[in-house]
């Protein structure tokens, strides 16, 4: 005879979702992708101020335009386009997280070499590098989104894009304020460059952690042997 079986309580799908280490870590690696731009939205225009005091505040505006528009849109599409024709799919966790990991290097380097523009690479070196970090935060973007809702049980892909968006928004209301405060200590430049270089070493730290999750992930899907309620909707024989 069939026999149905009823759906699992959402705080047993929920946990079985934030207790999937490939969901964590990559929910991780987005979160401090989108904290550092919380935290750039609100600083930036002070930083280059001090970076480019040669410069009307409308050229500084029109060049901080140019990089939240310039950086995100071609690193989501490249991103896209490598996952597509290189990588086969962001199914396959493991490459594709691989270059989340390259991204979140590259983010670090363009951090780490702030210091530079201060130190006499002028305004345009100041302006090339943030472009650069936020095209390397925008481009695994589209692997993010997708493994997140790929690797979450099947019946609780919901949860787990709902996760992910409380995650996302706790961090770019959080990293401002701690950002900011570090900044009234340790001054403008400096502290914006620190700040900067600890979420890009973030970010860099949760891909690798994400690239181990995938190699040893596990759909964490219920079964009848661990649900008394039944796993999903369907029927079994």
Not at 99 to 122: D, E, I, K, R, S
């Amino acid at each position: 005879p069939l026999r149905a079986r009823r759906a699992r309580p959402w705080r047993e799908k929920l946990r079985a979702t934030a207790s999937t280490p490939l969901v964590v870590w990559t929910v991780g690696a987005g979160s401090c992708v989108c904290g550092t731009v919380g935290f750039l939205l609100y600083v930036i225009a002070q930083a280059a101020a001090r970076e480019a005091p040669g410069w009307t505040p409308a050229a500084r505006y029109a060049a901080i335009s140019v990089i939240f528009l310039g950086a995100p849109i071609p690193g989501n599409l490249a991103g896209a386009e490598y996952v597509t024709r290189v990588v086969g799919g962001y199914d396959k966790f493991v490459a594709a997280h691989r270059m989340t990991a390259a991204c979140a290097l590259g983010g670090v380097v363009c951090v780490a070499l702030l210091p530079l523009a201060t130190a006499g690479g002028g305004p345009w070196l100041f302006c090339a590098l943030c472009w650069g970090f936020l095209f390397c935060g925008a481009a695994p973007t589209p692997v993010i989104n997708g493994i997140v809702l790929a690797a979450a049980p099947s019946d609780a892909a919901v949860y787990a894009s709902g996760l992910q968006f409380a995650v996302q928004n706790a961090t770019k209301l959080v990293l401002p304020i701690v950002g900011g405060a570090f900044i009234d200590r340790a001054g403008l430049l400096r502290g914006f460059n620190l700040v900067l270089l600890a979420s890009a070493s973030g970010y860099f730290l949760c891909a690798l952690g994400a690239v181990r999750a995938a190699r040893t992930h596990v759909r964490r899907d219920a079964g009848w042997d661990d649900d008394p309620l039944g796993a999903c909707d369907s029927a079994v024989v």
